[in-house]
């Protein structure tokens, strides 16, 4: 079935350091890909999203490309801060039922520290 | 402001006790969610609706028993859990359930089964 794979964490960066969280996928179709963040004691915030092949999205300093020919997703970011440090997951959307629903990865665990 | 929040941000229970979560969407949408989230395990969708029809369940055991008396609101009884059902309870809204939608996201409810 549909699935997202990203990389286990945790990952531990000093500030200012070059941040990239690998994600693949599995799916059917054409699904659109999604990055979303977790702060401490907080829910899921979209952090960004695309929504067809090599469509890249952004956001506060983050990227990711869509890449169909090697079904990834991959965030990064050029310097990382220690407000960055959060739990980030890599989603999908895939069409069930005719309706559409999103797949999770397991997320996963940033550390920034000062 | 998440405009999604969720009630109580804690809660501790015993195997024989009834409790209810509580959701509530200030941003006039039309879709709501209800998603368990474990330690080192995936998202998993939960309950979906969709103007207030239930439109998805995936598999749930009936101890959880999900209500959506309206758009703004949406609860999640818990009847005579197991300890396996300790996690976070994250409710989350979208504005309508087909097609590529931003889904915002509550705080969760981190339940704790005794």
């Known amino acids: 079935g549909d699935s997202v794979t990203q990389m286990e964490g945790p990952v531990t960066l000093s500030e200012e350091a070059f941040l990239t969280i690998n994600c693949t996928y599995t799916?059917?179709?054409?699904?659109?890909l999604f990055w979303y963040v977790q702060y401490p004691g907080e829910g899921l915030q979209l952090l960004l999203k695309a929504t067809k092949a090599d469509d890249k999205g952004s956001n506060k300093g983050f990227e990711a490309t869509y890449r169909k020919e090697t079904t990834s997703f991959h965030l990064e970011k050029g310097s990382v801060q220690v407000s960055d440090s959060a739990v980030y997951f890599c989603a999908l959307t895939v069409t069930q039922g005719g309706s559409e629903k999103l797949v999770f990865g397991k997320g996963t665990k940033l550390t920034v520290n000062p | 402001e998440t405009g999604v929040t969720q009630t109580p941000r804690h809660l501790v229970m015993g195997m024989t006790n009834k409790k209810s979560l509580k959701c509530e969407q200030h941003?006039?949408?039309?879709?709501m969610y209800w998603y368990k989230q474990s330690a080192k395990k995936p998202l998993e969708l939960m309950f979906v609706?969709?103007?207030?029809?239930?439109?998805e369940n995936n598999s749930v055991p009936s101890r959880f028993s999900p209500e959506c008396p309206n758009s703004s609101h949406l609860f999640l009884h818990l009847h005579t859990l197991q300890p396996e059902d300790s996690a976070l309870y994250l409710c989350a809204s979208s504005p309508r359930r087909q097609g590529v939608d931003t889904q915002y996201f509550g705080p969760g409810t981190r339940l704790t089964v005794l």
């Open positions: 799916a059917t179709g054409y699904p659109s």
């Open positions: 941003l006039g949408h039309n879709a």
């Open positions: 609706y969709n103007f207030k029809e239930q439109t």
